[in-house]
């Protein structure tokens, strides 16, 4: 386990919300903040925020995802995992695979060949990577086979879960047949400031106190520099 490597050379800058500027090309382990990304990601809609009403935030969907394993008997160190598996959108966002899709299909047609898909899979890496060693977990390309699983499992039935109660039954039909999770609570969208409660409980549960509040701490001195 290693914190990530710069992406490219020149740096891809962002505004932060403190006012910093932030280097998206150099995934830095010692920005990452969890009460940021609990923060972020409870703003960040799933399914583009389609649905009627509150959009089911990605929070939320980490969440629940989490204590579904457990309650199908996973262990602690496998919930923490799945709680983290979308956290790269705290810095880069979330692009949705139809819009992936039309820009690469673009950039095939119109430019040649593409390799977009592989290079936003680089960026989501490099960004775990950095995300995963601030927790003090193992990065997604040091799973075991079985953490992989359990976690792309997962993902994938929540999706379809999430679909059926977002969007009804014959959303379904869209996605691969699954079981259903076995959750905790109907999937129902919460309220920002409940998915960022929710996540940080989650983590503070999963990954434990000091290495958040450490984080913290760490990513403000960082700032301060």
């Known amino acids: 386990m290693r914190a990530a490597m710069r992406i490219v050379d020149n740096p891809v800058e962002t505004m932060w919300a403190d006012g910093r500027i932030v280097d998206l090309g150099n995934p830095d382990h010692q920005i990452?903040?969890?009460a940021e990304i609990a923060n972020t990601l409870s703003k960040v809609a799933r399914?583009?925020?389609?649905?009627?009403?509150?959009?089911?935030?990605?929070?939320?969907?980490?969440?629940?995802?989490?204590?579904?394993?457990e309650n199908e008997g996973a262990?602690?160190?496998?919930?923490?995992?799945?709680l983290l598996h979308d956290a790269h959108e705290w810095a880069l966002g979330d692009l949705i695979r139809p819009s992936?899709?039309?820009?690469?299909?673009?950039c095939a047609e119109l430019y040649g060949e593409t390799h977009l898909h592989d290079a936003i899979a680089a960026c989501k890496a490099a960004w775990d990577?950095?995300?995963?060693?601030?927790?003090?977990?193992?990065?997604?390309?040091?799973?075991?086979?079985?953490?992989?699983?359990?976690?792309?499992?997962?993902?994938?039935?929540m999706q379809r879960?999430?679909?059926?109660?977002?969007?009804?039954?014959?959303?379904?039909?869209?996605?691969?047949?699954?079981?259903?999770?076995?959750?905790?609570?109907?999937?129902?969208?919460?309220?920002?400031?409940?998915?960022?409660?929710?996540f940080t409980l989650a983590a503070r549960r999963l990954i434990g106190d000091d290495r958040i509040l450490g984080q913290t701490s760490l990513a403000a001195l960082r700032s301060a520099l």
Not at 47 to 68: E, I, T, Y
Not at 136 to 144: I, V
Not at 166 to 193: E, N, Q, S, V, Y
Request: charge should be positive; aromatic fraction near 10%.
């Open 129 to 157: 990577e950095a995300i995963y060693f601030a927790a003090g977990l193992p990065s997604p390309e040091a799973w075991t086979k079985r953490q992989a699983k359990l976690v792309k499992d997962m993902d994938a039935r």
């Open 32 to 34: 990452v903040d969890f």
């Open 100 to 106: 992936a899709d039309l820009f690469a299909a673009v």
């Open 161 to 198: 879960a999430e679909a059926i109660a977002l969007f009804g039954p014959p959303a379904g039909t869209k996605f691969p047949k699954a079981a259903t999770p076995k959750l905790t609570g109907a999937i129902r969208p919460w309220p920002p400031g409940k998915a960022e409660e929710q």
């Open 47 to 69: 399914f583009n925020g389609r649905n009627p009403g509150l959009a089911l935030s990605v929070a939320q969907h980490c969440v629940m995802g989490a204590q579904a394993m």
């Open 75 to 82: 262990t602690r160190l496998e919930a923490a995992l799945f």
